[in-house]
Structure formats: C-alpha cells, structure tokens
C-alpha cells in the first residue's frame, strides 16, 4: 500500500489517515517486483482534487509501489482546479511523451452533451490516445473517458439517453475469462452517472472487444480488449460515499431536471444515508488492472 506522488499533493493527508503509505525520493524494492509500476492519470475531471484522492485510493490499496505522474492537455483551461495546482503537481501531455508507462487512466468529463470532435481538447486527446498504443502497457478508461476511447479506436459511437443514467446499479459478470474480474461476485454494484451510452451491440461487432460485465437497467458496464490491455469501464467504482449525492444536491439546488439516484438511498430516500454496496469491487478491479500493469514484463 505504497505510492509515489508528487510532494505537497493535497490528497496525500487524506490518504494518510486512511493508512496508505508513501515513500519519497530514493527507495529499494523487494523482489519479485524490483521497481515501480508507473502510472500515468490523465485528469478531465472539472473536480480534479476530488478525483485525485479518489483514484489514488484505489491505487495505494495495492502490494505494489505505485509511481504515479499527474497528467493535463495543454488545449484546455480548467475552470474549476486552480492553476497553481496544475503547475505544481501535474505534468502537460507533451512533456512526457518521450516516457514510457505500465498504466494509463483517462478519466470522464463533462461533455458528453458534444460530439467528440466539437470538444475543445480533442485533437491533443487523439493524439494522446494514439501515442499510448507504444508507450503504455495498459489503459483504463472510466465513463466519457471510455467513449472516447471506443470512438477514437474502433469507431463506436454514444448514444444520448433519454434520461440520466444515474445510481448504484447491480451487474452480472459475463463468462469471459478475463483478469479483470477474477475474484468478482456473480452480481456486484457499481455507480452510473452519465448522460450517454455505448451499446453491446456495436462492441459484439468489432473483433478483439468483448464485454465483460453488464447490468440490465445501465447496460455495459466493463468492456476490454481481447489481451485485457485496454480497459473500457462505463460508471465510476472510485466514487466515495457521498459523490452521488453531491451531484443530486448540486442539480437540484439549481432546479435542474435531475431525479433521485436509483438504489443509493434506503428506499430512494434522499433524507437518509446512502448504502455503499461497491466499494470492495472498486478495489478488487483497480487491484486486478493494476496486477496486470505491474507483471506485464513476465508474460
């Protein structure tokens, strides 16, 4: 449970009350591993605090030690994350393309409401998603995130949804044999908030993708390549407690047409507290992905 951030991030005292460890500058490694598992977050979250801790959550849980580089598109100015937090602790796109990586994160964005080619960062996102096919190992993708993915590399369109998809929904796992979900329950939870979707059909028709886990009211929820080295995951697993929340309190506040999350709340009551039912899958997908990522040399 080790990671490697840069100095003076502010996740880190959250994290450090949550018993995750650090190590800083110089460091030895025990065998088996003998060094780092690299990964790279590229952050398009507007709340790019909020999902710094959150994905590093996941991250730190691991046996692994954990380098992680804080990524950002030159093409896009952040409205919402000051700028002196992206240039004290996150790196623009073209300064490490001559790196290598393990792992890759793409996180969602909120502009799913824009064809990928209206989106103001979507030529240097292309040519990000490009550049990884040489110089990372694995990429995980998460909701936006993933569409963008799945449009850019196999031409698979979203589709607008009439309605929100948005709370904790129950999945099946399919019967792939896949790494991803080793250890996975026949059903499990995880959290949708989106407005789009991709569907099962148009990723049954390209050869090499599969889906591997899905849910009757939210549809595709984990989608990967054959080799399991590009990872396509539809709702959020990293989300706390009270993300959910957060978003229904925000549109609601601002009388926006936004409905209670389905199975969050103990009997859809937003007066009460809400059920966590998908933390132990959260970590057991990142565990997997990242497991993944770290013995990539020995296969």
Not at 91 to 104: K, N, Y
Request: hydrophobic share 35%; aromatic share 12%.
């Amino acid at each position: 449970m080790t990671l490697r951030i840069p100095d003076g991030l502010p996740a880190r005292e959250t994290l450090a009350q949550e018993r995750v460890t650090f190590v800083d500058g110089r460091w030895s490694l025990p065998e088996p591993l003998g060094r780092a598992v690299r990964i790279a977050i590229l952050n398009l979250m507007p709340t790019k605090m909020a999902t710094e801790t959150q994905l590093l959550r996941l991250l730190g849980a691991s046996p692994f030690v954990v380098q992680v580089t804080l990524l950002y598109l030159r093409s896009h100015q952040s409205r919402n994350t000051p700028e002196e937090h992206l240039h004290a602790f996150y790196q623009s796109f073209d300064q490490i393309q001559g790196e290598t990586f393990d792992g890759l994160i793409i996180t969602g964005a909120p502009v799913e409401h824009l064809e990928f080619e209206q989106v103001d960062y979507w030529s240097e996102l292309a040519e990000l998603l490009d550049w990884r096919s040489d110089a990372v190992y694995s990429t995980y993708h998460i909701c936006w995130g993933a569409q963008a993915a799945l449009y850019r590399g196999f031409g698979i369109p979203k589709y607008p949804l009439p309605e929100k998809m948005f709370g904790v929904f129950p999945h099946r796992v399919n019967k792939h044999q896949s790494s991803l979900t080793l250890g996975f329950d026949d059903i499990f939870y995880a959290p949708h908030s989106r407005h789009t979707e991709v569907r099962r059909a148009d990723i049954d028709a390209v050869p090499g993708l599969r889906v591997l886990a899905e849910s009757e009211e939210a549809g595709v929820f984990i989608a990967a390549t054959t080799d399991d080295r590009q990872v396509f995951v539809t709702g959020h697993p990293e989300y706390d407690p009270l993300t959910l929340k957060a978003e229904y309190d925000r549109d609601a506040n601002k009388g926006l047409p936004i409905k209670v999350p389905r199975h969050y709340y103990p009997e859809d009551d937003p007066s009460r507290t809400p059920v966590v039912r998908w933390r132990s899958h959260g970590y057991l997908l990142y565990g997997n992905w990242l497991k993944n990522c770290a013995f990539h040399d020995a296969k």
